[in-house]
């Protein structure tokens, strides 16, 4: 597999990823960038003079500086402040504001000695003057530019990969990318997951309605022979409308899975009310029986204790007799699972 790297810098993450796409030649694919956004940055510099600070600050900004605003924070300034002390490194320390930004002292000199107290007791502190500099800062912020590195590739077989885990993630826009750049629509991954199969599985309703609208093959299965109508009727985010969308676009609503699963079971299992109702609505086989179990959307229902599916599933005419092959009928199944209310209405249903 051929790869090669990419970079481009720009005032924007949009214009460099343009510039990505510029470079990138015929045949080529990005299988994956790093970002740096515009970043708002600082320098700040004291000096002699304002032009000394303002060229040690220009000289720390980076050459793809963007938006560069300078500020002068303080000019150099000259000051003399007379201070009490009994010695000069007392009249050093005690000088106001000394902490400050790059204050220097200059110069201290006594002016005037402190005279005795009292019949000679005591002493008065001595007065300094303490000549204080004040140099200059200068502030310059700035930003630098947006930044785009992108691995590309001419390996398609990569570029499919990469499709299918953005499709998986619920990526539309890099999807929509990837079969622009000419990625096949009908990949699959490694368990013959297409996008389609992986998209509904993880619930991104959007994506799966523009893979179909891209004419993906709806009823396409995976190694295990589940169809992306069965995986959307068991995801924990299951949506109604996609089912009847997938429905409506011509999956088979009563395919079977390698083990004879099929959407109903998926649905009745996990307890999707609205999708159970949707699946009968459109012909679903009610009393369907899958190979390794012989389990029905019923035992199914009443196993998880789904007590409204179970009642639906009986008034639309579901089997409460058969039984699985070690013994189990869907009401045995929810006496043993604690499900009394289902074993109640099942019950119910069979005495009427």
């Given at each position: 597999?051929?790869?090669?790297?990419?970079h481009a810098?720009?005032?924007?993450?949009?214009a460099?990823m343009e510039?990505?796409q510029?470079?990138?030649p015929?045949?080529?694919?990005v299988?994956?960038?790093?970002?740096t956004?515009?970043?708002?940055?600082?320098?700040?510099?004291?000096?002699d003079?304002?032009?000394?600070?303002r060229?040690?600050?220009r000289?720390?900004?980076?050459?793809?500086?963007?938006?560069q605003?300078?500020?002068?924070?303080r000019?150099?300034?000259r000051?003399?402040?007379?201070?009490?002390?009994?010695?000069?490194?007392e009249?050093r320390s005690?000088?106001s504001?000394?902490?400050?930004e790059?204050?220097q002292?200059?110069?201290v000199?006594?002016?005037?000695?402190g005279?005795?107290g009292f019949?000679?007791i005591?002493?008065k502190p001595d007065q300094?003057e303490?000549?204080?500099?004040?140099?200059a800062i200068?502030?310059?912020?700035?930003?630098?530019l947006a930044?785009?590195t992108?691995?590309?590739t001419?390996?398609?077989?990569?570029?499919?990969e990469h499709?299918?885990?953005y499709a998986?993630k619920?990526y539309?826009?890099l999807?929509?990318?990837?079969?622009e750049?000419?990625?096949?629509?009908?990949a699959?991954?490694?368990?013959g997951?297409?996008?389609?199969i992986?998209?509904a599985?993880n619930?991104?309703?959007?994506l799966?309605?523009?893979?179909?609208e891209?004419?993906?093959?709806?009823?396409?299965?995976?190694?295990g022979g589940?169809t992306?109508?069965?995986?959307?009727?068991?995801?924990?985010k299951?949506s109604a409308d996609?089912?009847?969308?997938?429905?409506?676009?011509?999956?088979?609503?009563?395919?079977?899975s390698?083990?004879?699963?099929t959407?109903?079971?998926?649905?009745a299992?996990?307890?999707?009310?609205?999708?159970?109702?949707l699946?009968?609505?459109?012909?679903?086989e009610i009393?369907a029986?899958n190979?390794d179990?012989?389990?029905?959307?019923?035992?199914?229902?009443?196993?998880g204790?789904?007590?409204?599916?179970?009642?639906?599933?009986?008034?639309?005419g579901a089997?409460?007799g058969i039984?699985?092959?070690?013994?189990?009928t869907?009401?045995s199944?929810a006496?043993?699972?604690?499900?009394?209310?289902?074993v109640?209405?099942?019950?119910?249903h069979?005495?009427?």
């Amino acid at each position: 597999m051929n790869k090669k790297t990419l970079h481009a810098r720009a005032a924007t993450l949009a214009a460099a990823m343009e510039s990505i796409q510029e470079q990138t030649p015929p045949g080529w694919f990005v299988l994956s960038t790093s970002e740096t956004r515009p970043l708002e940055h600082t320098v700040r510099e004291t000096a002699d003079s304002v032009e000394e600070a303002r060229e040690q600050a220009r000289k720390r900004i980076l050459l793809q500086a963007q938006n560069q605003q300078e500020k002068v924070i303080r000019e150099p300034l000259r000051k003399t402040e007379t201070v009490s002390a009994f010695t000069e490194d007392e009249a050093r320390s005690g000088v106001s504001g000394i902490n400050d930004e790059g204050i220097q002292i200059t110069k201290v000199d006594m002016v005037a000695k402190g005279s005795r107290g009292f019949l000679g007791i005591g002493k008065k502190p001595d007065q300094y003057e303490v000549e204080l500099f004040y140099p200059a800062i200068v502030e310059i912020t700035y930003e630098n530019l947006a930044e785009v590195t992108a691995e590309i590739t001419n390996d398609r077989q990569a570029a499919n990969e990469h499709f299918l885990e953005y499709a998986e993630k619920g990526y539309l826009d890099l999807v929509k990318k990837f079969l622009e750049l000419g990625a096949d629509i009908n990949a699959v991954n490694h368990n013959g997951a297409s996008a389609l199969i992986l998209a509904a599985f993880n619930g991104h309703v959007k994506l799966c309605d523009y893979l179909i609208e891209q004419g993906i093959d709806i009823n396409r299965t995976d190694q295990g022979g589940f169809t992306a109508l069965m995986v959307a009727c068991e995801a924990a985010k299951a949506s109604a409308d996609l089912v009847k969308t997938l429905i409506d676009k011509g999956a088979d609503v009563n395919a079977r899975s390698g083990r004879g699963s099929t959407a109903l079971m998926a649905a009745a299992k996990i307890g999707h009310a609205e999708i159970v109702s949707l699946l009968l609505a459109k012909g679903a086989e009610i009393n369907a029986r899958n190979t390794d179990h012989n389990v029905t959307p019923l035992i199914w229902a009443a196993n998880g204790g789904h007590v409204s599916i179970v009642k639906y599933l009986l008034a639309k005419g579901a089997d409460a007799g058969i039984v699985t092959h070690n013994g189990y009928t869907a009401a045995s199944i929810a006496q043993e699972n604690g499900h009394h209310y289902v074993v109640e209405a099942i019950n119910r249903h069979l005495s009427s």
